[in-house]
């Protein structure tokens, strides 16, 4: 695969899932990304174990992304950990907006302030990756509203973007298309997500506004108490996803690994094997 790879963990929150991670790091490594990143929590809820994974990724060899936001930090911690950053020389960030913990009334500051933020305080020296929604954010009430804050984040500085995942990939395309309409041209690649359990798809699918095409999910239905046959047909479709994808001109690929290597490993075998 010639085109750009990254994969995305989930920071760690203990020793044994620190360990766990750096397992699932190296059995990636060989797939040569570009980058990994690492969540960030609602709220920042993870921010010391994403800090650590950061820059024990770092120091294996790998260029790693922390992701960020405001959350319910205050702009001085947020700098502070920017200045931590710059001090490590990691040299890229996923600035989100993110999401305030259950029970936290705090403020919601939208991505393209913390874009500003991050510009003001540190110039260029982030290459900046920010989120985009080809089957529009749950929270936006119509398509031209959330091209527009996609847009207001890429005239406060952001360098690229990753997508939420998705299953169609028409929605894909046409986002393409639309964005290109509001002169929006940085490269936007793809979020991957495998098919590997019935419940948690469905689960994180309803959370995140992510649609299952109806014969996807009619056929996931049939397979829930069959995970063999449900593993094979999920990495069946999204091996399909991602070839259409890269066929059509997707800059890339990224994984939501959910801090698992073998379903992102055997797509890209997949793909490579066509």
Partial sequence: MN???SFEFSAPRNPVETKKLLS?????KVFSPEFFSVTYGAGG??????????LNIQKLGSSVAPHLSFGGDTSEKIEALLQDYQKADIRRVVALRGDIPSGQMTKMTFASELITFIRN??????????????????????????????????????NSAITQYFYNADAYFRYIDKCASHNIDIPITPGIMPITNYNGIIRFSKN??????????????S????????????LEVVT???????????????????????????????????
């Fill in 121 to 158: 305080k540190t110039g260029s020296h982030f290459h900046i990756d920010v989120a985009a929604y080809p089957e529009t954010h749950p929270d936006s009430p119509s398509v031209e509203s959330d091209i527009k804050f996609f847009k207001n984040k890429v005239d406060a500085g952001a």
């Fill in 223 to 234: 397979y829930k108490d069959n995970p063999d046959s449900l593993k094979a047909f999920g």
């Fill in 24 to 28: 699932v790091y190296k059995r990636l």
């Fill in 3 to 5: 085109q750009h790879l």
């Fill in 45 to 54: 809820s993870t921010k010391d174990g994403t800090k650590d994974a950061v």
């Fill in 208 to 221: 995140c506004g992510a649609e299952i095409p109806r014969w996807i999910l009619k056929q996931l239905d």
């Fill in 240 to 274: 399909e996803l991602c070839s259409r994808l890269l066929e059509g001109g997707a800059p890339g690929l990224h994984f939501y690994t959910l801090n698992q290597s073998l379903p992102s490993a055997r797509i890209l075998r997949n793909l490579n094997a066509q």
